[in-house]
């Protein structure tokens, strides 16, 4: 089934530690975006890629890193993770297309990840 | 500051009747609009969305309205079943944002039996 495949699905890490979390998707989509949800907050962009090569900063890039090197691969790097980025992590990915119209985004299941 | 909210964030409603989830944006210049559900453990799942040149859009079982004039989005849901249950979001393009979602923080709906 086509969609996007988010790993690990959950991660129990040590403060100060680095951690990449992976995310691939197979539709062929050119845009991409990683998200975190923490409780009463909603999703909040973190990092997005409008097409492979690039990338830009969301609501709160902070602490995080992100490549694009290709199409299917969007992989988020926290390279020394403190306990407030304990969250729910979500990769999405959309078709957009300058001056065209917006679709949608499709979204994986979450990386649930804990920094203690 | 601009932002995408729910009025309420807990909706119960007797299985069979028609559910209505509101939500207010804020920022006249959004021109897409989209409602996710989420399930316990899941990512967000796509169920209708709407472009700002419509003021109503429907989908199996669901309605989408916006009105423009008080920036005001709802979703109906006809015959709610138990398997609605879930949280929902609604969510706004900004023509500036380079198609940068803005989540409002959700509306759980509760589907009793």
């Known amino acids: 089934i086509a969609g996007i495949t988010q790993a690990p699905t959950s991660q129990i890490l040590a403060a100060g530690r680095r951690m990449t979390l992976r995310c691939t998707q197979d539709?062929?989509?050119?845009?991409m975006y990683w998200y975190r949800q923490d409780l009463g907050l909603g999703l909040r962009l973190i990092h997005y890629s409008n097409t492979a090569g690039t990338t830009g900063k969301g609501e709160v890039p902070d602490g995080y890193s992100v490549s694009r090197a290709n199409t299917d691969d969007f992989p988020l790097t926290l390279a020394s993770a403190v306990p407030s980025q304990t969250s729910v992590y979500f990769c999405?990915?959309?078709?957009?297309?300058?001056?065209?119209?917006?679709?949608?985004?499709?979204f994986g299941d979450g990386t649930r990840l804990s920094i203690l | 500051g601009e932002s995408v909210g729910l009025h309420l964030p807990t909706l119960s409603v007797q299985e069979g009747d028609n559910s209505i989830i509101n939500c207010a944006y804020s920022?006249?210049?959004?021109?897409?609009f989209i409602w996710y559900k989420q399930e316990s453990g899941k990512g967000p799942q796509f169920i209708i969305d709407?472009?700002?040149?419509?003021d109503k859009r429907q989908g199996q079982r669901v309605t989408v309205l916006l009105n423009k004039t008080v920036k005001h989005l709802s979703l109906q849901i006809a015959a709610t079943q138990p398997g609605d249950s879930a949280v929902y979001f609604c969510?706004?393009?900004?023509?500036?944002?380079?198609?940068?979602?803005?989540f409002g923080s959700g509306t759980r709906l509760l589907v009793r039996p």
């Open positions: 920022n006249s210049a959004s021109d897409y």
């Open positions: 709407i472009r700002s040149n419509m």
């Open positions: 999405a990915s959309s078709d957009w297309r300058t001056g065209e119209d917006n679709q949608p985004q499709h």
């Open positions: 539709m062929r989509h050119n845009a």
């Open positions: 969510a706004e393009i900004r023509m500036d944002s380079s198609y940068k979602l803005i």
